[in-house]
């Protein structure tokens, strides 16, 4: 059944964008994500150059195991951790969203 789009939108979205809440919740995020990508990208992006323009990494750490394979590894410890960072302050970040449409079905972003 085709919808004929004179329906009213569920919830009244402008106001939720115009909330303190939302524009908070938004902050919180940014503030999270941004930091968080920063870090990421410079840990992910330094093995190459550092392997490429450099042979500090190429010294023994134990044994016949260069410190190469010691931070390759890391990246890959680093990657599991930020996943499980990120889900965790995800979850704190639906439950803000949930409350804000609950204050909207309330009927305080009138």
């Known amino acids: 059944m085709k919808k004929s789009g004179t329906e009213p939108p569920l919830y ?15 902050k919180k995020k940014r503030n999270f994500i941004i930091p968080i990508a920063a870090f990421f990208l410079l840990f992910y992006i330094s093995l190459p150059i550092l392997t490429s323009y ?10 016949d195991i260069t410190w190469v394979w010691v931070f390759a590894l890391a990246q890959f410890i680093m990657t599991w951790a930020l996943c499980m960072i990120y889900v965790s302050k995800a979850n704190g970040f639906d439950k803000d969203a949930e409350a804000i449409i609950e204050k909207e079905k309330a009927g305080d972003y009138v």
């Open 12 to 26: 009244n979205y402008e106001a939720i964008a115009q909330s303190p809440d939302f524009k908070a919740l938004k």
């Open 54 to 63: 450099t042979t500090i990494l190429n010294k023994p750490a134990i044994g």
